[in-house]
Structures are given as C-alpha cells and as structure tokens.
C-alpha cells in the first residue's frame, strides 16, 4: 500500500522505519550508571589509587631517577602526592597548544605544599624555607589557596623532603589530583575580635579523618573546600565546590551557612545555597554528606563536565538538599538565613587587633612570589618578637600573628624592609598572578613579573591618586582562571594577541567589573568581556592606566569600579 502523498507533506517522517528511541548516553555517575570507567583518566584510578603512588617514589623513582617513572603515574597518580612536572623552559607560548605534555614538560616537578586553613608555625615556615633553599633553587610562592608552592625539584629528593615536612606536621597528600584539595580556612580563626566562630575544630577534623582517605580518593575531579567563621567571609566561598560561612540564626545561634557548587575555570558557575543552618557538630559530617555525593553522582564520562558545579546546575539547590538529608545524612538540616554583607575587607591586610589584645598584621608580597630566602627571613622576623604563628591567605597574603602593641611599628619597618608591605597600597594589595610560562604546561604568557612590572609602573604613574575602592588586578596565564579572572575588577586572561602590524604576540583578553561579595558589593557577579577588548603584555600599564583614569573621571558619586564598568558603553572601555 503506498504512502498518502499529502501525509508525507505534513509529516516528512511518514512511510520511513521508525528509528528506535536514542539510548541515553551514561554520564558515568556510579549510582547511576555503575562504576565501569569510561575515559582513560577513570581506567587509571580503577586500575589502581593515586595514593598508592607514594611506595613506588620511594622505593623505585627515587632510585632510578627521572626515566624510571611510569608514564601513567607521571601524569597522574603523582598529583595525589603534590607532583606537576613543569615547563621546559624556552618553549614559547605559541606552541603551548601544539605540543603534547611530553614535549612541554621538564625533568623537575613543582610541589605543592598542603596547608589547611592557611596555618603554619615558624618552624614549618623554616622547613619550607631550607627544602626550598637545598632542593627547589630558593623557589617559592604563595598560591591563592593557601599553599606554598616550590620548582625545581627532582624525583631522587622527594623522599627526603616529604620526611622532613611530615617531621613538622606538614604533608603533600592530595594537595592534586582528584581528591579533596586543601580546605581554605579563615585566616584570623580562632584570633580575630570579631569573630563569630572558630572553625579549626571542623577543619583540622577533616583533614585528620579523611585526607588520605581511600574511600574518598577517587572523586571525579578536583574538590575544594572552604570554611569561614569570619563576617567578612573571607575565603572566597562562593567558587568553592563546599564551603561553610559562618551565620547567626535567629533561634539557634551561631553556626554555619551552607554553599555548594561553585568554581570559574573557562566556565564559571558561583556556588548556591542550600538554604540550611548546619550546627558546628554537624559540619564535618555535612562535608563528608556533600563530598560523597560528588563521588557517587559526579559525572565521569567528560572531564570538562565532571566538576560539581555542573550537577548542582542539573539537580538544582532543592534537589541537591533532598539528596544529602534523605540518603547520606539521615535527618533534616534546619532552614537557615543567609549571611550578611560583608563589611570589612578579607584580604586582611594591615595592623589589626587580636581578640586577646595583641595585634596581627597582614602583608602582601608581588603577586605571590616569594624565596627561600625570604621565607627563612620572615621565620626569624616572628620569632625575634615572639611570635611562631603565621597565616597564609586565599588573597596570596601572609599574616603575622601575635605582635605585642608596644612592638608593632618596629614589625612593620621589619617586612618593609624585606619588600613586604602592610599598607593599603594603589595595585600591590589587589594585584593577583599565577604561576604562568614560567613554569606551567599551560601557559600562554608570562605572569608573575609581569604583575610585578605593571604593579610598579601604575603606583609611580597614579601616585597621589585617591581611589575610593582598592582595583584588584589578577593575571592569569591561560584560559583555567586559577587567579580567579572572572572576579576581579580588572582580570587577564593570557592569549596571543594580534597587533595593529599583523604580529602575534602575547597579551590579555580583558574581563571588567568581575568581583566577589565584599563591603563594596552586595554579591558575586562575573566580570564583563567585550569582543575585541585586549592588550599586549607591553601595553598593559598605559592600558590601566587609562582605565582607571576613565573611572575616576566618568563615575557617579558612590559608583564602584564594577558598577562603572558595567554601565558604561563599550567604547569607554576599549
């Protein structure tokens, strides 16, 4: 019988087969779809943990050097443990993308130095110091997570450096790799006046019961963490996968908002609430819930989708909530409200009154670099006024703590004199880098003097300029955002840049008007990007430079740099 020719007008699937339903693609959740692994990433941790990588560093790389190591614990169990190979030097950012990991990589490796909450004595400071000073060629920086970060280390060393760091109560377990990264912590808990809480106790409980956990080894992708009992919330909690900031219910008292879902990277998401008020008694079990489902319903098929912010955005915050009460937790978490804005800065940077009487100070380095060297000065700096506790920053500061009144002036001239500055200077307090071509796989361009550079220059040229805000200024290397581009005033995404002449040479996309919740803005947003907007690397400083004097011109009385810059037209922006 043949087909109606007006029925195969109407409907041009008439008189064909009717195609099976597509089956639906599996996603990799193991609650869902089962844990065979669907990727070669997911194969090589089934195949075996990345913290079993540590016995054979030990035992047979550090014994047969650099060619003894197997590709496959090269470039990826060894993340468990700290470990990057970095950059070759002389490869110029033009082939980043075109060779493969082996032709970029050196035969030395950064290590990442895990410190939760930022805390450190200055006997692990000293440590730090001479590992840098014996086996990383005085490398060092302060990361934007807390960490310290050296170069320049060789496969034979690390096992002697892992045991004089654990000899002071510092590790490098999971400070990579799939697995819960080190937990941002408020650098003024337990120290600050105004205070709501502390929580230590729920961060060094995590970090005792479950880094180096096997059960929980083996997430999707990276999980970070963070915990504030701070009002001026600062641990950046809203691109964190986790975070717990500090808030007073109204009937309960003081515990902790809950926040999941949140990190930047080439697509940016800021963490939700949950809606809930967790007691102080319910945080680690709280984490442990929240990173369990991660584990269990985090997508593995794609890597670029198996962060937790791409299933919070499928379940949603009510969804989510629902999960973690129903199968992980066992009982209803109460409603909660949220926390308040923020009124005072979270970079900590100053002369600032200790609950107990005495004084903290917080200083900046240039974007984060640091030395060996410095790091021992800084040790003998704390220690000749009697202090052993020092605070690093998710805002690469450092904070030191316990200063007698009567000393305080004397510290400052101290850290001015080893380049450390606790003023509110114009860039330096808001200038931001990664670590860049120097040393990393996937950098464009330069980052760390280049901040430096255009810091210095814009300071001497806008002297005497009286901002009504800080601008914060972060560079960033590649498109990954690990120096949070998309939430700063000025942020710098490292490209090749093509001049007016036809010549490519390397430069920043620029983002605009970027910023987390703080007392100059009611809440997070992304910065703004317009097409064509960008600058060499030789530009820069004339570039700012100009940008903030547009500002200061053309904004309205109580106008932020963020609201000016997303208002204007394009054109005052290019």
């Known amino acids: 019988m043949s087909t109606n020719v007006e029925e195969i007008k109407k409907d041009p699937g008439a008189g064909a087969a009717k195609r099976p339903p597509r089956s639906k693609k599996s996603n990799g959740q193991w609650k869902v779809d089962g844990q065979e692994p669907l990727n070669k990433n997911e194969i090589d941790k089934a195949e075996d943990n990345g913290l079993n990588v540590r016995t054979r560093i030990e035992e047979v790389y550090s014994k047969g050097g650099f060619g003894s190591i197997d590709p496959t614990d090269l470039h990826g169990r060894f993340r468990w443990w700290g470990l990057y190979t970095q950059r070759k030097p002389g490869i110029d950012g033009g082939r980043t993308a075109t060779l493969e990991p082996h032709e970029l990589e050196d035969e030395y490796f950064m290590l990442r130095v895990r410190i939760d909450g930022g805390k450190l004595t200055t006997e692990q400071l000293r440590t730090i110091a001479d590992i840098s000073n014996d086996f990383g060629r005085g490398s060092a ?29 510092l590790q490098t377990t999971e400070a990579c790799g799939d697995v819960p990264r080190v937990i941002l912590g408020s650098p003024v808990a337990g120290i600050a006046a105004d205070e709501l809480i502390d929580p230590t106790p729920a961060i060094e409980e995590i970090s005792r019961r479950y880094i180096g956990d096997p059960s929980l080894s083996n997430l999707p992708r990276k999980y970070k963490t963070a915990i504030t009992g701070h009002p001026s919330q600062d641990v950046v909690h809203e691109i964190n996968d986790c975070s717990f900031v500090a808030v007073e219910h109204p009937e309960k008292g003081i515990g902790y908002d809950l926040w999941v879902g949140g990190a930047l990277s080439t697509v940016p998401r800021f963490a939700e609430r949950l809606g809930t008020w967790v007691a102080p008694d319910q945080v680690v079990e709280t984490w442990l819930g929240v990173t369990e489902i991660f584990r269990d319903y985090g997508y593995r098929r794609l890597r670029n989708k198996a962060r937790m912010k791409f299933l919070l955005a499928d379940w949603g915050p009510e969804k989510f909530r629902d999960i973690l009460e129903t199968e992980y937790l066992g009982y209803k978490l109460a409603d909660g409200p949220a926390p308040e804005k923020p009124m005072t800065a979270g970079d900590h940077v100053g002369v600032h009154k200790q609950a107990d009487g005495k004084y903290y100070i917080g200083v900046s380095l240039i974007a984060g670099r640091a030395s060996g060297t410095l790091l021992g000065q800084i040790a003998d700096l704390a220690e000749k006024f009697g202090s052993t506790r020092l605070r690093t920053t998710p805002h690469q500061k450092i904070l030191f703590l316990d200063i007698e009144e009567s000393d305080v002036d004397e510290v400052v001239a101290g850290l001015d004199a080893l380049g450390l500055s606790s003023r509110k200077d114009l860039f330096r307090r808001s200038t931001m880098a990664c670590t860049g071509i120097e040393f990393c796989k996937l950098a464009i361009v330069e980052t760390k003097q280049t901040a430096a550079d255009a810091m210095a220059t814009l300071e001497e040229r806008l002297a005497g300029i009286d901002l009504p805000h800080p601008i914060s200024l972060h560079l960033n290397g590649c498109p990954n955002s690990c120096a949070r581009i998309q939430t700063a005033d000025i942020g710098l995404k490292g490209q090749l840049v093509t001049t007016d002449d036809g010549v490519q040479t390397p430069g920043f996309q620029v983002h605009v008007g970027g910023g987390l919740a703080s007392k100059d803005r009611d809440e997070a947003g992304l910065g703004r990007t317009v097409r064509g907007l960008k600058v060499t690397v030789e530009g820069l400083s004339d570039y700012v430079e100009k940008f903030v004097r547009r500002f200061l011109d053309g904004r309205g009385d109580t106008e932020t740099f963020s609201e000016w810059a997303h208002r204007v037209d394009e054109e005052e922006l290019v």
Not at 157 to 164: A, K, L, S
């Open 141 to 169: 920086d302060l990361t934007d997570r807390q960490n310290i970060q050296l170069h320049w280390i060789e496969i034979e060393n690390v096992p002697e450096i892992w045991q004089r760091l654990e000899a002071v109560g």
